[in-house]
């Protein structure tokens, strides 16, 4: 008892979030903020309602943060996509997922997927909403899946919508993924996403083109996965109004420009983050026709990432896919400020 009132100190608000799309694309971003709140000792628990892609990964993933990841896919044993769940067996999972969060045994718990159950009339629209009421103070509860009802987005605290646009440009190669928009999640997405691939065998490499070196969830988590490497070479904080107020932005902009050029022309890894390189565009630290330049002689086999706000139309249109992530409700317009494994 004393050891997990120690680790449920680490976290003194657990907030509601969701992660909603009119699309049924997987959101990662549930999968980053795991690896993030990893990275800073606390426990996340993942119960899937609806299978994805990169499932091969999760065992590896589990290993790998152990005992702070615990991923239960149980409830899609015997799955068909045709057919979906079975009432039951969402209910049960359902169950399952209320005394996790309830009895604060996990920092997080993440419902993957739960909110087309919900649409679906699998789980009934109450059992939610007193989940939401009844969890424990310190638990951060996820909710994902499409088409939240506009009561769950009500009673959220955080509430992200992603759009995606799929292209078939280069649509045999090796995918470029633009993620982008002003809702949360944007970083938690790549880095969800490099840890399920990174988990898969895939090497993977994510450079931070702009935050700046700090022990952050994620760069103390990443150092127990073999697969996956993380460098951080920005300055941090850039003022809006004025970024070329401090030429220490440029700078430390174009090494890393030049660090993940190096990097993708390698082909040393199969997955390569560019993270917040679309700020660094927008600010004219990196022009937006180097990157065009960088899209379209990517090397075969690279599966390229660039994320952050701001991102122009010139590299959009060279992206197979781009997800917007768009702001539905964010705390900290509430005055909620970062939290230790949550937001760093």
């Known amino acids: ?153 009500e009673k959220a605290d955080l509430v992200t919508e992603m759009s995606v646009r799929i292209s078939a440009r280069g649509k045999n190669q090796e995918p470029i993924e633009v993620v982008t928009g002003k809702g949360k999640g944007k970083t938690t997405y790549c880095l969800g996403k490099a840890l399920l691939m990174s988990s898969m065998n895939v090497p993977t490499f994510i450079l931070q083109v702009v935050k700046s070196p700090k022990p952050y969830g994620e760069i103390m988590a990443i150092k127990k996965l073999p697969g996956l490497e993380i460098e951080t070479m920005g300055k941090g904080f850039v003022d809006k109004k004025n970024p070329d107020a401090d030429p220490s932005h440029w700078e430390a902009a174009r090494n890393a420009w030049e660090r993940g050029k190096e990097i993708i022309s390698s082909s040393r890894y199969g997955l390569v983050v560019l993270d917040e390189i679309n700020i660094a565009v927008n600010y004219g630290f990196i022009h937006p026709d180097e990157v065009r330049d960088l899209l379209l002689n990517k090397p075969k086999g690279v599966h390229l990432i660039l994320s952050g706000r701001y991102a122009k139309t010139d590299v959009m249109k060279h992206a197979t896919v781009v997800m917007e992530m768009k702001e539905v409700k964010h705390p900290f317009k509430n005055g909620i400020g970062a939290r230790r494994g949550i937001e760093y």
């Open 1 to 153: 008892m004393k050891a997990e009132n120690e680790r449920s100190s680490n976290q003194e608000t657990g907030l509601i979030q969701v992660y909603t799309s009119p699309s049924r694309k997987t959101n990662y971003a549930p999968y980053g903020l795991a690896l993030r709140a990893s990275g800073q000792g606390l426990r996340t628990l993942i119960i899937h309602f609806a299978p994805h892609d990169l499932m091969g990964g999760e065992k590896q993933a589990c290993t790998s943060l152990a005992p702070n990841l615990v991923i239960d896919a149980s409830p899609l044993d015997g799955f068909n996509i045709k057919e979906g769940m079975a009432a039951g067996r969402a209910g049960d999972a359902f169950q399952k997922a209320m005394e996790a969060a309830v009895s604060g045994v996990f920092d997080v718990v993440v419902l993957e997927g739960v909110l087309g159950m919900v649409s679906d009339e699998l789980i009934p629209l109450p059992e939610i909403l007193n989940l939401m009421r009844e969890k424990g103070p310190r638990v951060e509860l996820v909710l994902t899946g499409p088409e939240a009802a506009d009561v769950i987005i």
